[in-house]
């Protein structure tokens, strides 16, 4: 049987919790200066309004980006409670500060559309990590919270006005393409964010009825070495008790799971779904 993986102690736990806040800020201040500000990709956030003032005033997106964060996150405390913590705020100082560490550093590219798209994966990857850190850059996400609150508009709304607003701004700023721009790069960076919370290992989900319930489940115990689940159902037709076996695999195992089933019950009826994320014992724990 697979061998259960030990939690990390909490201190540990806690440590490892800054360490992704800080790589994860890094990553996204390097993707700002290499990728989005030399191509004016104003994507959203305080990242994008440090890019349309640089461009327009010509102040240090460090500087900006502090000069609104910290007021951000302190109107955060006050109206909606201290729910942010320390952690909030190394992400909310650090990040600036390595904008303004490697504010000379050479772009990587001078092409608008690979600076959105690789601008947008970097962001995405950092506040992916940020996310894992249980924390996050604030920014415009606190005053979208704030906005929640007292509005009753969903998040979600609130996040889409206040980086829509930003974004039809590059579009005054600077011109209709980059305001395009500037939604591919956030389009990117909400898919790679998706990706790093979730990751590429999909697992699959099969809901199998079979006239050979124990000796199935059996297989799946002993010869796969998965859990299955026992579930009620009955049937639509007959009205009559259909016992439905459901176990969660890798991609790897889902194969022999169906060789398996189709060896034992050629009749079996089997529903596969896909599983983005599975957590417990045999997979990964949170």
Excluded at 55 to 81: D, E, S, T
């Amino acid at each position: 049987m697979r061998r259960r993986s030990q939690p990390l102690h909490p201190k540990v736990e806690l440590m490892m919790e800054y360490v992704y806040i800080l790589i994860g800020s890094a990553i996204i201040a390097v993707a700002f200066n290499v990728f989005l500000l030399p191509n004016r990709v104003a994507s959203g956030g305080v990242s994008g309004i440090s890019t349309i003032a640089y461009a327009v005033f010509g102040w240090q997106p460090a500087y900006v980006q502090w000069a609104l964060n910290i007021p951000l996150f302190i109107a955060g405390v006050v109206l909606l409670g201290r729910q942010f913590g320390v952690k909030t705020l190394v992400g909310t100082l650090f990040l600036p500060f390595v904008v303004y560490l490697t504010k000379d550093v050479e772009p990587a590219t001078h092409d608008p559309l690979l600076g959105s798209l690789f601008g947008g994966i970097g962001v995405g990857l950092g506040l992916g990590i940020v996310f894992r850190g249980k924390a996050s850059t604030g920014g415009t996400d606190l005053a979208a919270q704030i906005i929640h609150k007292y509005t009753g508009l969903s998040l979600g709304m609130c996040v889409i006005l206040i980086d829509g607003l930003i974004v039809l701004t590059a579009a005054f700023v600077f011109d209709i393409e980059q305001a395009l721009y500037a939604l591919i790069a956030l389009y990117v960076t909400s898919k790679t964010i998706d990706l790093v919370q979730i990751g590429l290992g999909y697992s699959k989900m099969a809901m199998i009825i079979t006239n050979e319930e124990e000796k199935v489940r059996h297989a799946i115990l002993h010869e796969i070495d998965r859990g299955v689940t026992k579930l009620s159902g009955y049937g639509g037709y007959t009205d009559h008790e259909r016992p439905v076996l459901m176990c969660v695999v890798q991609q790897a195992e889902f194969t022999k799971l169906k060789q398996l089933v189709k060896s034992i019950d050629p009749s079996a009826f089997v529903i596969v779904m896909n599983a983005a994320e599975v957590l417990g014992e045999g997979f990964k724990r949170t």
